[in-house]
């Protein structure tokens, strides 16, 4: 499962260093993040299914620079 694969902590504060966060939501996913990796995930997942391409943009971009390779792999082939 996506959820389980994904380090949205390391996406997130990617995202947050690129001003695609806003401080708030960073916080909220790094709060998650530390007890519940997995819901942490599927909140990032969540945000990235309702924002514009720009911000799936830089997701995916995140998680390059974040080796993680095969979440990113996985997301460009099978889709979200």
Excluded: N
Excluded at 24 to 34: C, G, L, V
Excluded at 50 to 79: A, P, R
């Amino acid at each position: 499962m996506l959820s389980e694969k994904l380090d949205a902590g390391k996406a997130a504060r990617q995202l947050y260093q690129r001003g695609a966060l806003i401080k708030k939501e960073f916080e909220e996913i790094q709060r998650i993040s530390s007890d519940l990796p997995s819901r942490a995930a599927e909140e990032l997942l969540g945000m990235v299914l309702t924002q514009t391409e720009e911000f799936y943009d830089c997701f995916l971009d995140s998680l390059m620079k974040t080796d993680q390779l095969e979440v990113h792999q996985w997301i460009v082939l099978e889709g979200m």
